[in-house]
């Protein structure tokens, strides 16, 4: 059996036909200071994300106490809203803290930033997987 080139019509693109992956996709819109839509948030209270030589980077801090948590800075993979598109509408980021590992998965929604944080947690606490979400504006 063949395997599949889509498994889906908006994996198809609408352009020409030939090699896409010297494409990238513009990061602009998701650049910024965002900040927590609720203030009081157990979360994630604030991200930077910068342009650096066309990569979208993250800096996230954590608002678990009265001086916020810096997670640090780390690449993302940012996403398009489809195959043809070059512009940026949400983005995926990996942070290991050694006792835990996070993936955050964020997109715009009109201006608001979504962002959906997925915990695994590896220092045998037996605390279970969580997920968290939360957003924000500039």
Known sequence: ????????????????PGPRHSR????????????????????ISRL??????????DRVFGGYRAEPCDWGEVKTSIYSIGVDSLRAVGFKAYYDFQFMETVLAAYLNKRILVVDSYNVFKDESGRARYFWRDHFHQ
């Open 1 to 16: 059996m063949e395997s599949p080139k889509y498994t889906r019509t908006r994996d198809r693109s609408t352009s020409d």
């Open 24 to 43: 990238k996709v513009e990061p602009s819109d998701l650049v910024g200071n965002w900040v927590n839509t609720d203030k009081e948030t157990p979360g």
């Open 48 to 57: 930077v994300l910068t342009k650096i030589d066309g990569t979208l980077t």
